[in-house]
T-cell receptor, first 113, second 116 residues
């Protein structure tokens, strides 16, 4: 069974540009979560999507947004990039059950110059 | 609010010796607790979780963790460490009662180095 996949693996942008990161969940999983792993800040929750709806978001500005498609894949968009947005962005998926484990993809490393 | 503390930034052990990575948590009500491992330039791999029941949870690669409600701890253990266990370990928590909030709160991570 294929795991969570993310693309691209690396992304280099300049300040002010927009970045789009993509995630495909494990087959059958309906929930997708996005986390940011920035140096010195640890893993921070960004967004949670389920059944195409945004269910929760972390303490990030509105320029971080996303969506979930009918096939449950997801996009994370970061507008007006800032230097501090440089981080590893991790996507996870799970079934929407209370006890369900989140399984993580390999991440997209975003570098903002 | 929910949070996790991993009091040790680094743990160093010799191969073959027991390995312990400490984790304490804070959550309203009962917790779901998880351990993940991250190898360099990789995503997080799930090791084990505590939901309910037996306080000793067994997971992948010979790891186990003990849930202690009175001490609000969930320490990760391995009886005999391998060099290949060298990685970054994360403890995570979410509250059971908040069934509409599935986000995980992670600790800062503990770097484990196992020397040959």
């Amino acid at each position: 069974e294929a795991g969570v996949t993310q693309s691209p693996t690396h992304l280099i942008k300049t300040r002010g540009q927009q970045a789009t990161l993509r995630c495909s969940p494990i087959s059958g999983h309906t929930s997708v979560y996005w986390y940011q792993q920035a140096l010195g800040l640890g893993l921070q929750f960004l967004l949670w999507y389920d059944e195409g709806e945004e269910r929760n978001r972390g303490n990030f500005p509105p320029r971080f947004s996303g969506r979930q498609f009918p096939n449950y894949s997801s996009e994370l968009n970061v507008n007006a990039l800032e230097l501090e947005d440089s981080a590893l962005y991790l996507c996870a998926s799970s079934l929407l059950r209370v006890t369900e484990t989140q399984y993580f993809g390999p991440g997209t490393r975003l570098l903002v110059l | 609010a929910q949070s996790v503390a991993q009091p040790e930034d680094q743990v160093n052990v010799a191969e073959g010796n027991p390995l312990t990575v400490k984790c304490t948590y804070s959550v309203s009500g009962n917790p779901y607790l998880f351990w993940y491992v991250q190898y360099p330039n990789r995503g997080l791999q799930f090791l084990l979780k505590y939901i309910t029941g037996d306080n000793l949870v067994k997971g992948s690669y010979g790891f186990e963790a003990e849930f202690n409600k009175s001490q609000t701890s969930f320490h990760l253990k391995k009886p005999s460490a391998l060099v290949s266990d060298s990685a970054l370990y994360f403890c995570a928590v979410r509250a059971q009662e908040r069934s509409n909030d599935y986000k995980l709160s992670f600790g800062a991570g503990t770097t484990v180095t196992v020397r040959a």
